[in-house]
């Protein structure tokens, strides 16, 4: 039988997914729930997209999966089993929820990934899975299929095929019979019989969303598919002193704990390495940005080599921006950092978030300078010994401002989504547009403003090797993919504006 799979849309399911019919269906699912229970397409990773491809999800199917070889008109899934008209194709699963998430009824749960970065590397994860599988067959000059495969049990569309000299990065796009199509390069210079073949994926993920674009270079290369466009925006509590205007110059001077803006009084220094080698106290030295803060001293304490102490003897005055540095004592590798008690405390969600890793380039603020204390002020992902779900408000204090997608928030505010925004208002970003002004003027599809300048793509990413690779391409490749014609309505629905690069694979690395 032949497992390459052909795509006839299903349109007809999608465009009944109106905006309307989003709203009438209630809150949207954590996981996929319905027929069938696992998917061919498993997708986890962003809370920011999270409720909007569970949408998706329910309208994209496969009217048919067939291909010429199938005569008899049976529909395979990508291992080959028997699916019916109708399917549904993606299987999205949140971002939180149960601790452990399985996405398909062969693979083991894994620990429900939290996040862009966090679904990327599942993603990698289940591409490079040691698998088990092992055959021979026929490679030829110049041809990408292996033909005379000893045996096909185990071997499914999406399994990367290694064996002497196939070059890496060779996936599997069909099956038919003995003979194995993989996506090239074109397979060895030299013709070969029995060579022996294994196999590296464990087919349990096949995407991961995300709501930061592509960074560094993964192995194998993965394909950043823009969809959508998001807006962000900050949130206080009604009741906050904070400006519900500000301009992004305002907003960075927040978040940079900067003294024009934020009151900061240093209460501690913490040890976050204890370093090796000392024989002697370090000289601790407690430095402001530019001008902001003087007369803060402390003494570290040394205990078997290591710095295991610092005490703040003066907390000086004006600090906003701090770097805590030791030098001397004989040793290396001691840092420590500032604590202060501050009248404004700025949010970052937690670490993974694509939505931390685009807030933080917006505010001109680097993640490692965040996570060496330089910025005191802010809350780093936790408060109250919890994790900062991105997009989640219930928590905050009068105190505190915090990034929030506006579509995120508006479909939350209208029930699409759980509502996590508690007290939380959106304020207006100055020269951005106004980015939301009342409830009652939300309505469905919820209307993105396009002046506000504030935005960002969405992403589905996938294994770039696959992208022309059924159900891949059909459902994410291109302008013309389900998501980027059918999907337009949920999109909207969900808030976000649709995105002029939808189904671009130009971002792959």
């Not at 397979?187 to 709501?211: E, H, M």
């Not at 962000?232 to 992004?248: C, E, F, G, M």
């Not at 391409?473 to 999907?487: A, E, P």
Request: a neutral charge; hydrophobic letters at 35%.
């Amino acid at each position: 039988m032949n497992r390459k799979l052909k795509l006839v849309v299903a349109v007809a399911g999608l465009a009944g997914l109106t905006a309307t019919g989003v709203a009438a269906a209630g809150v949207a699912a954590a996981d996929p729930s319905g027929t069938p229970t696992y998917r061919v397409l498993s997708g986890v990773g962003s809370d920011t997209t999270q409720g909007v491809l569970g949408g998706l999800a329910d309208g994209i199917s496969a009217l048919s999966l067939t291909s010429p070889i199938v005569s008899n008109g049976t529909i395979t899934d990508l291992s080959g089993a028997t699916i019916t008209t109708g399917t549904k194709l993606i299987g999205s699963y949140d971002a939180t929820g149960s601790a452990n998430v399985q996405t398909k009824s062969n693979c083991s749960a894994i620990t429900r990934p939290n996040g862009s970065g966090a679904g990327k590397t599942a993603l990698l994860n289940s591409l490079n899975a040691i698998n088990a599988t092992t055959t021979t067959g026929d490679v030829t000059s110049g041809s990408n299929s292996i033909t005379n495969v000893a045996s096909t049990t185990g071997l499914q569309v999406g399994l990367q095929v290694l064996g002497a000299g196939i070059p890496a990065g060779t996936f599997i796009t069909a099956i038919s019979g003995t003979t194995v199509t993989t996506n090239g390069p074109t397979l060895p210079n030299a013709t070969a019989t029995g060579v022996a073949l294994t196999f590296k994926g464990d087919g349990c993920i096949q995407f991961s969303r995300s709501s930061s674009g592509l960074s560094g270079t993964n192995t194998p290369s993965l394909t950043y598919v823009p969809f959508a466009t998001d807006a962000v925006d900050y949130a206080v509590t009604p009741t906050s002193n904070i400006p519900r205007t500000l301009s992004k110059t305002d907003l960075q001077g927040y978040y940079q704990c900067n003294t024009d803006y934020v009151t900061s009084t240093i209460t501690g220094i913490t040890v976050t390495a204890g370093g090796t080698g000392y024989t002697s106290a370090p000289t601790v030295t407690i430095t402001g940005a530019g001008s902001q803060g003087s007369g803060a001293t402390a003494t570290a304490t040394v205990s078997s080599g290591a710095v295991t102490a610092i005490t703040l003897t003066n907390a000086g005055s004006g600090y906003g921006k701090i770097t805590v540095t030791l030098t001397g004592g004989g040793g290396s590798g001691a840092t420590a950092k500032a604590v202060t008690n501050s009248d404004v405390t700025p949010v970052l969600p937690q670490a993974g978030s694509g939505t931390r890793s685009y807030w933080e380039t917006q505010m001109n603020i680097t993640d490692a300078d965040v996570n060496a204390g330089v910025y005191p002020c802010l809350i780093n992902g936790t408060y109250n010994s919890q994790t900062v779900e991105e997009h989640t408000a219930t928590f905050l204090t009068d105190k505190m401002l915090v990034p929030f997608s506006i579509p995120q928030f508006n479909a939350q505010k209208t029930q699409l989504l759980t509502d996590r925004t508690g007290r939380a208002v959106l304020g207006s970003i100055a020269g951005s547009g106004s980015s939301f002004t009342s409830l009652s003027s939300i309505t469905q599809p919820n209307l993105f403003n396009g002046s506000f300048t504030i935005t960002r793509s969405v992403y589905n990413v996938i294994p770039t090797a696959l992208k022309d690779t059924e159900p891949w391409k059909s459902v994410f490749n291109g302008g013309s993919s389900l998501i980027c014609t059918s999907g337009t309505a949920v999109i909207q629905a969900f808030g976000f504006q649709t995105n002029a690069n939808c189904g671009s694979t130009s971002s792959a690395g």
